[in-house]
Nanobody
Framework: QVQLVESGGGSVQAGGSLRLSCAHS?????????MGWFRQAPGKEREGVAS???????KHADSVKGRFTISQDNAENTLYLQMNSLKPEDTAIYYC?????????????????????WGQGTQVTVSS
């Protein structure tokens, strides 16, 4: 059983900042966990924003590099996405996702089909 609950979305002006959180829980044993943030704007496909592995290895999409930072607090079972210098094109519903492996893997970034568990999403709106 895996539960993911996002929070922290909202409306900001361009240039502003937001921090998204994803509280997660999983029962059972796993060796390796990949978690990620995806976003989906109206009329567009879901796209990968950032992902992070159990060991903290992080990846960020080119469109957000230098502006967004993914991190995790394993003690608190919480995933974060710090978003700075927000642009109107960042407006979307942001989803937290997770997937689990029995061995160490290079975590995916762009393919949502590789993540098996999803939160309900949180809206981020950036106005110009």
């Amino acid at each position: 059983q895996v539960q993911l609950v996002e929070s922290g979305g909202g409306s900001v002006q361009a240039g502003g900042s937001l921090r998204l959180s994803c509280a997660h829980s999983a029962s059972g044993y796993y060796h390796w966990r990949c978690m990620g943030w995806f976003r989906q704007a109206p009329g567009k496909e879901r796209e990968g924003v950032a992902s992070i592995a159990s060991d903290g290895t992080a990846k960020h999409a080119d469109s957000v590099k230098g502006r967004f930072t993914i991190s995790q607090d394993n003690a608190e079972n919480t995933l974060y996405l710090q978003m700075n210098s927000l642009k109107p094109e960042d407006t979307a519903i942001y989803y937290c996702a997770a997937t689990y492996f029995s061995g160490s893997v290079d975590c995916p970034l762009t393919d949502p089909k590789r993540f098996g568990y999803w939160g309900q999403g949180t809206q981020v709106t950036v106005s110009s």
